[in-house]
Nanobody, 116 residues
Framework: QLQLVESGGGLVQPGGSLRLSCAAS????????MGWYRQGQAPGKQRELV?????????LYADSVRGRFTISGDSAKNTVYLQMNSLKPEDTAVYYC????????WGQGTQVTVSA
C-alpha cells in the first residue's frame, strides 16, 4: 500500500511556472512507473494523462504539454516531480500523482489555476 501526497499547486499567471512534487510513503516496494494526470472542472471532463516516467527513465508526454512540461523522478525514493513552464489557462485542472508497483496508486490531487 502506498500513500501519495502532492504539493506545489496554486494560482499562477499565464506564461508562469509551477513545480509539482509527489512523495510516496507506506511501502518500500520499488515503483515501476510514475506519472501525472489532470482533470479539468468542465462538466464531463475526463482525467487525462499529462506525463509518465518509468524506473528506467523513459518519459511520455501528452501532446498538449510536450515542450512545456518536464517530468522527473526517483523511483528509489518514490518521488516524482512535474516542472510546468509557459502555463496556459487551459492547463487549469486538478493534477493527480500516480505510481505503479503491482497496483496503481493515486494521490488526492492538487489544484493548478492559470489565470490573469
Amino acid at each position: 500500500q502506498l500513500q501519495l501526497v502532492e504539493s506545489g499547486g496554486g494560482l499562477v499567471q499565464p506564461g508562469g511556472s509551477l513545480r509539482l512534487s509527489c512523495a510516496a510513503s507506506g511501502n518500500t516496494v520499488r515503483v515501476n512507473e510514475m506519472g501525472w494526470y489532470r482533470q479539468g472542472q468542465a462538466p464531463g471532463k475526463q482525467r487525462e494523462l499529462v506525463a509518465t516516467i518509468t524506473s528506467g527513465g523513459r518519459t511520455l508526454y501528452a501532446d498538449s504539454v510536450r515542450g512545456r512540461f518536464t517530468i522527473s523522478g526517483d523511483s528509489a525514493k518514490n518521488t516524482v516531480y512535474l516542472q510546468m513552464n509557459s502555463l496556459k489557462p487551459e492547463d487549469t485542472a486538478v493534477y493527480y500523482c500516480w505510481m505503479a508497483t503491482l497496483f496503481g496508486y493515486w494521490g488526492q490531487g492538487t489544484q493548478v489555476t492559470v489565470s490573469a
